[in-house]
Protein backbone atom coordinates (compact mmCIF):
# COMPACT_ATOMS: atom_id res chain seq x y z
CA UNK A 1 0.00 0.00 0.00
CA UNK A 2 1.00 3.25 -0.22
CA UNK A 3 0.32 6.61 0.86
CA UNK A 4 0.22 10.19 -0.24
CA UNK A 5 0.48 13.00 2.47
CA UNK A 6 -0.47 16.60 1.07
CA UNK A 7 0.15 19.91 2.86
CA UNK A 8 0.82 23.30 2.23
CA UNK A 9 -2.80 24.36 0.83
CA UNK A 10 -4.42 27.50 2.24
CA UNK A 11 -5.73 30.60 2.06
CA UNK A 12 -3.82 33.57 0.03
CA UNK A 13 -4.54 36.60 -1.70
CA UNK A 14 -4.42 36.94 -5.54
CA UNK A 15 -0.55 37.69 -6.74
CA UNK A 16 0.17 35.79 -3.58
CA UNK A 17 2.57 32.13 -3.35
CA UNK A 18 1.68 28.82 -2.16
CA UNK A 19 4.33 25.75 -2.01
CA UNK A 20 2.68 22.36 -2.05
CA UNK A 21 4.25 19.18 -1.15
CA UNK A 22 3.54 15.65 -1.38
CA UNK A 23 5.08 12.38 0.56
CA UNK A 24 4.93 9.37 -0.56
CA UNK A 25 5.48 6.01 1.45
CA UNK A 26 4.91 2.75 1.93
CA UNK A 27 6.21 -0.59 -0.18
CA UNK A 28 6.96 0.51 -3.72
CA UNK A 29 10.23 -0.16 -5.67
CA UNK A 30 10.17 3.22 -7.04
CA UNK A 31 8.28 6.02 -8.36
CA UNK A 32 7.70 6.55 -11.88
CA UNK A 33 6.05 9.69 -11.81
CA UNK A 34 4.37 12.62 -9.98
CA UNK A 35 1.80 14.97 -10.88
CA UNK A 36 -0.26 17.74 -9.50
CA UNK A 37 -4.22 18.07 -10.62
CA UNK A 38 -6.80 20.58 -9.40
CA UNK A 39 -10.16 20.60 -9.72
CA UNK A 40 -12.38 23.41 -9.14
CA UNK A 41 -16.18 23.20 -7.94
CA UNK A 42 -18.46 21.97 -11.12
CA UNK A 43 -15.32 21.50 -13.47
CA UNK A 44 -13.13 18.24 -14.16
CA UNK A 45 -9.71 17.34 -12.75
CA UNK A 46 -7.02 18.91 -14.60
CA UNK A 47 -3.02 18.25 -14.25
CA UNK A 48 -1.30 20.92 -13.37
CA UNK A 49 2.33 19.94 -13.25
CA UNK A 50 4.24 16.46 -13.62
CA UNK A 51 7.96 15.05 -13.13
CA UNK A 52 9.13 12.01 -14.43
CA UNK A 53 11.89 9.46 -12.76
CA UNK A 54 14.79 11.27 -14.66
CA UNK A 55 13.51 15.05 -13.50
CA UNK A 56 11.79 16.10 -16.80
CA UNK A 57 8.93 18.18 -16.20
CA UNK A 58 5.46 19.67 -17.98
CA UNK A 59 3.35 21.85 -17.17
CA UNK A 60 -0.27 22.78 -18.35
CA UNK A 61 -0.43 26.29 -20.13
CA UNK A 62 -1.75 28.12 -17.64
CA UNK A 63 0.74 27.68 -15.34
CA UNK A 64 3.91 27.64 -17.44
CA UNK A 65 6.33 30.25 -15.80
CA UNK A 66 4.57 30.76 -12.72
CA UNK A 67 4.53 27.55 -11.34
CA UNK A 68 7.13 25.33 -10.85
CA UNK A 69 7.35 21.67 -10.31
CA UNK A 70 10.41 19.61 -8.15
CA UNK A 71 11.50 16.54 -5.92
CA UNK A 72 13.31 14.83 -3.58
CA UNK A 73 13.92 11.98 -4.61
CA UNK A 74 15.82 10.75 -1.17
CA UNK A 75 12.44 11.38 0.49
CA UNK A 76 9.86 10.58 -2.05
CA UNK A 77 8.23 14.53 -1.91
CA UNK A 78 7.07 16.15 -4.54
CA UNK A 79 6.73 19.98 -4.57
CA UNK A 80 4.91 22.40 -6.07
CA UNK A 81 5.72 26.26 -5.84
CA UNK A 82 2.72 28.11 -7.17
CA UNK A 83 3.55 32.53 -8.31
CA UNK A 84 1.57 34.75 -8.43
CA UNK A 85 -1.83 33.18 -7.87
CA UNK A 86 -4.75 34.00 -9.44
CA UNK A 87 -8.73 33.81 -8.38
CA UNK A 88 -9.79 31.41 -10.57
CA UNK A 89 -7.22 29.11 -9.54
CA UNK A 90 -8.97 28.71 -5.77
CA UNK A 91 -9.11 24.51 -6.12
CA UNK A 92 -8.64 20.94 -4.52
CA UNK A 93 -5.34 20.12 -5.41
CA UNK A 94 -4.65 16.58 -5.58
CA UNK A 95 -0.88 14.51 -5.63
CA UNK A 96 -0.63 11.47 -8.25
CA UNK A 97 1.71 8.91 -8.32
CA UNK A 98 2.84 6.19 -11.03
CA UNK A 99 4.75 3.47 -8.57
CA UNK A 100 6.19 0.29 -9.73
CA UNK A 101 4.86 -2.08 -6.97
CA UNK A 102 5.83 -6.09 -6.28
CA UNK A 103 2.82 -8.27 -6.99
CA UNK A 104 4.32 -11.98 -5.86
CA UNK A 105 7.01 -13.82 -4.63
CA UNK A 106 8.84 -14.23 -7.80
CA UNK A 107 9.33 -10.37 -8.05
CA UNK A 108 7.05 -9.25 -10.99
CA UNK A 109 6.26 -6.34 -10.70
CA UNK A 110 3.49 -3.70 -11.78
CA UNK A 111 2.71 -0.14 -12.31
CA UNK A 112 0.03 1.32 -10.02
CA UNK A 113 -1.30 4.71 -9.49
CA UNK A 114 -1.97 6.35 -6.51
CA UNK A 115 -3.87 9.37 -5.36
CA UNK A 116 -4.02 11.78 -2.63
CA UNK A 117 -7.18 12.93 -0.70
CA UNK A 118 -6.29 16.63 -1.86
CA UNK A 119 -5.49 19.86 -0.25
CA UNK A 120 -7.71 22.58 -0.66
CA UNK A 121 -6.35 25.92 -1.89
CA UNK A 122 -7.99 29.21 -2.17
CA UNK A 123 -7.06 32.51 -3.98
CA UNK A 124 -8.81 35.97 -2.84
CA UNK A 125 -9.50 38.34 -5.57
Known amino acids: QVRLVESGGGLVQAGGSLRLACAAS????????MAWYRQSPGKEREMVAN???????NYAASVKGRFTISKDSATNTMYLQMDYLKGEETAVYYC???????????????????WGEGTPVTVSS
Open 26 to 33: GRFESINS
Open 96 to 114: KVDVRIVINVEGATMNQIY
Open 51 to 57: IGSGGST
